[in-house]
């Protein structure tokens, strides 16, 4: 079958994990280090399917939760904007082909919208590829990986924007199992994808054996 639509997760497969943790880990009390980490993540999964977020209130929240002080914010936001402004150029490069190609691309993604749109999806032209309607970032639309909801919502909007295509006409790149699992068992094709430990050509080469018809 000859696959349409390529959607892809952000982290891992077009750009590198945001480094919250270490960001806060490094500017805290060792002794806590470990716990602080733990609870920045944990803030931002407690956000990561709000849409009322802000960068402030979820820096509040971390400091609140992990001990970090206020005065370190702004120097762990600004790790975090530059490891986030980085991207895995292999992956855009084959996104940009298929784009050439006539394939529909999307994004479905569990992130923060005030630092996806800005220091992902701007820089590396990440949203020059992919049409506003197709770009589904978990704390902006209120659901996230792997639940349902999220991937329906993606093809609602896939329909409305490409009458005629289905979840079996897509594939979904995720670097994490239980999201390619779930994807699959609402009827797209999957590929459990990892850019930073990938080799050379194995994006371009994995989408043609499931069916993209790429050059």
């Not at 979820?58 to 600004?78: H, I, R, T």
Request: overall charge negative; some cysteine.
């Amino acid at each position: 079958m000859v696959l349409r639509c390529v959607v892809v997760d952000c982290g891992g497969v077009t750009h590198p994990d945001s480094g919250l943790k270490e960001a806060v880990r490094r500017r805290v009390p060792s002794e806590i280090s470990d716990d602080a980490a733990k609870a920045a993540k944990a803030a931002w999964n407690a956000v990561k399917e709000n849409p009322a977020v802000t960068k402030d209130s979820f820096w509040q929240m971390v400091c609140e939760s992990s001990g970090l002080d206020p005065s370190s914010v702004k120097e762990a936001d600004a790790d975090i904007c530059g490891t986030l402004r980085s991207h895995y150029s292999e992956t855009l490069e084959v996104l940009k082909i298929a784009r050439d190609e006539g394939i529909v691309l999307g994004v479905i993604s569990n992130h923060l919208g005030f630092w996806f749109h800005e220091e992902c999806a701007a820089p590396c032209g990440l949203r020059d590829l992919v049409a506003p309607e197709l770009l589904l970032v978990s704390s902006e639309v209120g659901c996230s990986k792997p639940g349902n909801r999220i991937f329906e919502l993606f093809l609602e909007r896939l329909h409305t924007q490409h009458p005629g295509l289905t979840a079996a006409d897509c594939i979904f790149v995720d670097d994490k199992v239980e999201n390619v699992t779930a994807a699959r068992a609402l009827g797209f094709q999957g590929l459990c994808f990892n850019a930073k430990t990938a080799a050379p050509g194995a994006l371009a080469e994995d989408l043609k054996k499931a069916g993209v018809p790429l050059p």
